[in-house]
């Protein structure tokens, strides 16, 4: 069955570093645009950052840019969101999705916890 799973998640202090993976299983992430969201308790689920299949552009909440980067390895069908000088105010549940067309995979989530 066709899925994504993240992982990478856990627990850092703050100003530290976190590459989260988003790796696709039984389906291949080459055509789909994947977006990252998080969703911290008692909050909505918010965009973080999302890459274009087609031209491989990216876009970043502005909370975000300057921290976190995006990519994508077709080869190793994973998309990656590396986040660094993380706050307190960035622990959530980080959450894959992939988009190709009406075809839409979320993950399970991973949890982010960035704590002294």
């Known amino acids: 069955q066709a899925h994504v799973v993240e992982s990478g998640g856990g627990l850092v202090q703050p100003g530290g570093s976190l590459r989260l993976s988003c790796a696709a299983s039984?389906?291949?992430?080459?055509?789909?645009?994947i977006a990252w969201f998080r969703q911290a308790p008692g909050k909505e689920r918010e965009g973080v950052s999302r890459?274009?299949?087609?031209?491989?552009?990216?876009d970043y909440a502005d909370s975000m840019k300057g921290r976190f980067t995006i990519s994508r390895d077709n080869a190793k069908n994973t998309v990656y969101l590396q986040m660094d000088s993380l706050k307190p105010e960035d622990t959530a549940v980080y959450y894959c999705k992939a988009t190709y067309w009406s075809t839409v995979y979320w993950g399970q989530g991973t949890q982010v916890t960035v704590s002294s």
């Open positions: 890459i274009n299949d087609v031209d491989g552009s990216t």
């Open positions: 039984g389906f291949t992430l080459d055509g789909y645009s």
